[in-house]
């Protein structure tokens, strides 16, 4: 079982939809969760973190967390085509040395 | 805003060079990380380093070394280029966290390096 997991998509939504877009973690005790978002041929650029259980609101991003269930999600509401990018969910190593494990990421797609 | 910088953004060499790929962050950050990404296999990690001259493998380090002599610069190091180290390497950095928080990573624009 991969440590982060992650739907490699692509997801397709239509432009001004809700896109969802979900990660799931094996380590219980992870307690820090990231978003990165990757445009083609960019690198990852941090977006949302949460650390807490419940929501967390940052414009249309709105992060989720559910430990019990050891998933988190992303929304993003109002989608646009800029939002078309790969979206990597990272969650901190809990071995030392402040690590991050990504997940391969999901490929978000809005379409006009 | 945090910037990390690196050398260069595409770079071509031949098999059997030695490239040197250096990264620059100028908010005093401890960590610094060498990754590389290649489609479908996701970000992996080569080094990483949590203090000047403190370096520690990743889960792919063959092939590489690194250097960080200064705080602010971490250099990876391909010592004798071979085509299949053709990749994006990114470099982040980060501070130390504790608990649960101050774990975020921030990248550089990354190198994309070509060996022929």
């Known amino acids: 079982q991969k440590e982060v997991e992650q739907n490699s998509g692509p997801l397709s939504v239509p432009e001004g939809a809700i896109a969802s877009l979900n990660c799931t973690y094996s380590?219980?005790?992870?307690?820090?969760f990231f978003w990165y978002r990757q445009y083609s041929g960019k690198s990852p650029e941090l977006i949302m973190f949460?650390?807490?259980?419940g929501d967390k609101e940052d414009g249309r991003f709105t992060a989720q967390l559910n430990k019990a269930s050891q998933y988190v999600s992303l929304l993003i509401r109002d989608s646009q085509p800029s939002d078309s990018a790969t979206y990597l969910c990272?969650?901190?190593?809990?071995?030392?040395?402040?690590?991050?494990?990504f997940g391969a990421g999901t490929r978000l797609a809005v379409h006009p | 805003d945090v910037k990390v910088t690196q050398s260069s953004r595409y770079l071509v060499k031949r098999t059997g060079e030695k490239v040197f790929l250096e990264c620059v962050q100028d908010?005093?950050?401890?960590?610094m990380f060498w990754y590389r990404q290649d489609p479908g296999l996701g970000l992996r990690l080569i080094y990483f380093?949590?203090?000047?001259?403190?370096?520690e493998k990743g889960d792919i380090p063959e092939g590489y070394s690194v250097s960080r002599e200064k705080k602010e610069r971490f250099s990876l190091i391909l010592e004798s280029a071979s085509t299949n180290q053709t990749s994006m390497y990114l470099c982040?950095?980060?501070?130390?966290?504790?608990?649960?928080?101050?774990?975020?990573?921030?990248f550089g624009p990354g190198t994309r390096l070509t060996v022929t």
């Open positions: 380590d219980r005790g992870s307690q820090s």
């Open positions: 908010m005093d950050h401890e960590n």
């Open positions: 380093s949590y203090d000047v001259k403190m370096k």
């Open positions: 949460i650390y807490s259980n």
């Open positions: 982040a950095s980060g501070l130390s966290g504790g608990g649960r928080t101050g774990y975020e990573q921030y």
């Open positions: 990272a969650v901190n190593y809990r071995g030392g040395y402040n690590k991050l494990i």
